[in-house]
């Protein structure tokens, strides 16, 4: 850890006041914070859902985002106070001394424009190269953080890579301009367990190499002990404490920053499963597929079932063909050889071909409620549109539904029914999302990442509202999750897949316990742990086996 004198401190709060619009009048989001960052160090925020992480990371850059403004206080970067400075000027630093990488990939790109050029355009912006110059800088750098096929990917768009590869791309892009301060804001949540690894391994060799200070926000404890030299633990936005990583991890002192810790205490409901049925919910029949007839196939030989009342999860690092498996069986991917059957009846591989009936039973949760949800629709809306499409549901019977569908997933329909989704927090627009998918009443639901975006506290409440609903409804789940604690709490069955391929699947504690397939053993190794020496421990390990990619080299 750098010492921490006064002449390395590059970025200094003082007192910081951020104050938020709602209900016609301001209120305090962020009360009387301090901060102290030296150049190459990595300070970790931490705290859950609303605790105002973000906002004190993007007032680094003398930013407050819309409906928020810098109330009081002072920010000053490199001894200069963004505070009183003119947009001009906070407009220079940006992107060229201080950057961001945001959480949502997918919500950051322009969806019209190629990877490499969005790289290239603040380098050429700032005068720091030429186009020729930002392109092989692009490379370079996607190949340090495993992207694959580094000289071609950045010429695909957006919409053409995965979540994961789209996470990474970005966190190239922030690198662009090799700037002074980056502030990553859950930089590794879209990203499996190996990936997770390769970036956190590139992350902290741009800190040192070029002394780069980092703002990490994270709600993932794990993470932030293999990366922050130094860690503020937040709530309401106000500091709970604050230390040097292993004092904190060692010896927290506040009764918060304790249940932070003690978070994943969540298993999955004592009753066992239903035994299986002769015919499975859900049967994936020996399934090809490709998104393209000239690309090579995503999916191959893929065959597993699913039963009532079951949770199967597929794992399996980013592009191996979890979400391309559920596009198979919704009918959103057509596969070129196979067959997806429900209740024994094979399902028409277009979804336009399937009948209403057939669409109802398969409803799916997506990762990112923030892009699932409708920002101009109410929740009425949002949840009240499958009760008229499938089941016609109209005025007082639908208003019922909708209350019970709102007491369902424990929110008041009384304070949430009439809001906008921003008016929500992650969570709660989370739980909007899986009470719209029980609103088509269906057997079986996808479950796509849906607590990778959610802090501790808050994933916890989901799954265990996913285990009780199962209870009482016998739903069958298929939960797509990198996150192998998740897996662990809430899964019966587990299938591994590795590019395109099932390499092993069973009962969660065959999968769990060894013997190992090679590839599940890379995986169950990957899993961070509290412990600020474990990912130092996990390189030198693969580095004797001669396992480490170019990020770990």
Excluded at 298 to 325: M, N, P, Q, Y
Aim: aromatic share 6%; proline share 5%.
């Amino acid at each position: 850890m750098n010492t921490r004198d006064k002449k390395d401190v590059l970025l200094e709060m003082r007192n910081l006041q951020i104050e938020g619009f709602s209900d016609e009048k301001w209120h305090q989001i962020v009360n009387g914070v301090d901060l102290t960052l030296r150049r190459g160090e990595v300070l970790g925020l931490i705290g859950e859902s609303g605790a105002g992480k973000s906002t004190i990371g993007i007032a680094a850059m003398g930013y407050a985002k819309p409906g928020c403004r810098i109330h009081g206080g002072s920010i000053k970067f490199d001894g200069f106070e963004l505070t009183t400075a003119s947009d001009e000027e906070k407009r220079k630093l940006r992107g060229s001394r201080i950057a961001y990488v945001a959480q949502s990939a997918a919500a950051s790109f322009n969806p019209a424009h190629r990877l490499i050029d969005q790289f290239s355009e603040t380098v050429i912006e700032h005068g720091i190269a030429n186009r020729e110059q930002a392109y092989a800088d692009a490379k370079a750098l996607y190949e340090k953080i495993r992207l694959p096929n580094p000289n071609q990917i950045g010429f695909r768009y957006p919409h053409q890579v995965s979540g994961g590869q789209l996470q990474r791309a970005m966190t190239a892009m922030a690198l662009s301009c090799r700037p002074d301060l980056i502030i990553f804001d859950e930089p590794t949540t879209a990203l499996d367990v190996t990936t997770q690894i390769e970036v956190l391994i590139t992350i902290r060799d741009i800190v040192e190499q070029f002394n780069t200070a980092a703002i990490y926000i994270t709600h993932d404890l794990a993470v932030v002990a293999q990366m922050a030299d130094y860690i503020k633990v937040l709530q309401f936005g106000e500091t709970v404490e604050d230390a040097d990583t292993r004092v904190m991890l060692s010896a927290p002192k506040k009764d918060y920053t304790k249940s932070l810790w003690a978070v994943r205490t969540f298993k999955k409901s004592v009753t066992p499963p239903p035994a299986h049925e002769a015919t499975p919910l859900v049967k994936v029949d020996n399934i090809t597929a490709s998104y393209s007839s000239s690309l090579s196939p995503v999916l191959i030989d893929v065959d597993f079932e699913i039963h009532r009342g079951h949770t199967v999860a597929v794992v399996g690092e980013s592009g191996s063909g979890k979400s391309t498996a559920a596009r198979a069986i919704t009918g959103l991917l057509m596969p070129q050889k196979g067959q997806i059957f429900f209740d024994g009846v094979a399902l028409p591989p277009n979804f336009r071909k399937r009948n209403k009936e057939q669409l109802r039973q398969v409803q799916m949760i997506y990762q990112m409620a923030d892009t699932a949800v409708n920002p101009r629709h109410r929740i009425r809306d949002i949840i009240g549109r499958p009760l008229s499409f499938y089941l016609g549901m109209e005025g007082a019977a639908k208003e019922r539904r909708l209350r019970e569908l709102m007491e369902m997933i424990e929110m008041d329909p009384g304070l949430f029914l009439d809001r906008l989704p921003e008016e929500l927090s992650g969570g709660q627009k989370q739980r909007i999302c899986i009470a719209r998918a029980l609103a088509a009443e269906p057997s079986f639901i996808i479950c796509d990442e849906v607590t990778s975006a959610l802090d501790q506290l808050v994933a916890e409440g989901i799954l265990r509202l996913l285990d009780r609903l199962q209870q009482e409804l016998n739903l069958a789940y298929m939960f797509i999750t990198h996150d192998l604690a998740t897996v662990n709490a809430i899964a019966d069955e587990v299938i591994v897949m590795l590019q395109g391929r099932i390499v092993e699947q069973g009962p969660k504690e065959k999968i769990f316990n060894p013997p190992h397939h090679e590839y599940t053993d890379l995986l169950l190794s990957s899993v961070p742990e509290m412990d600020p020496d474990w990912m130092d421990k996990v390189i030198q390990i693969r580095k004797e086996k001669g396992v480490m990619s170019a990020a770990g080299n």
